[in-house]
């Protein structure tokens, strides 16, 4: 069954830190790439961060969030530092395939349920 399973969200102070995992099955990470988006109320996904099937990331973030996966776990993970109030959105990961990271997200495919991150100020 092709899923992807997002964690780790939760209620942090600013200038605090978060991972997030997202677990996937189904398909292997070697084929696919991730991407790692947010969403504000009534607003439309943005692309965070991606990691391509080949090791490549793009990063839209820079200097605060990282993306990693770990393929004995089939999981890419999103770790955040310096949380600010205005990361506070609903987080989710979701597969693309092709060539190469895209932050349109018109070209992926499966997404997971979300998971909230708050920053509190």
């Known amino acids: 069954q092709l899923r992807l399973v997002e964690s780790g969200g939760g209620l942090v102070q600013t200038g605090g830190s978060l991972r997030l995992p997202c677990v996937t099955s189904?398909?292997?990470?070697?084929?696919?790439?991730i991407g790692w988006f947010r969403q504000y109320p009534g607003q439309v996904r943005e692309a965070v961060s991606c990691?391509?099937?080949?090791?490549g990331s793009v990063d839209s973030v820079t200097g605060r969030f990282t993306i990693s996966r770990d393929y004995a776990k089939n999981t890419v993970y999103l770790q955040m530092h310096s949380l600010k109030p205005e990361d506070t959105a609903l987080y989710f990961c979701?597969?693309?395939?092709?060539?190469?990271?895209?932050?349109?997200?018109?070209?992926?495919?499966?997404w997971g349920q979300g998971t909230q991150v708050t920053v509190s100020s």
């Open positions: 979701a597969r693309s395939s092709g060539h190469g990271c895209s932050m349109d997200i018109a070209e992926y495919d499966i």
């Open positions: 189904g398909f292997s990470l070697d084929d696919y790439n």
């Open positions: 990691l391509s099937s080949n090791g």
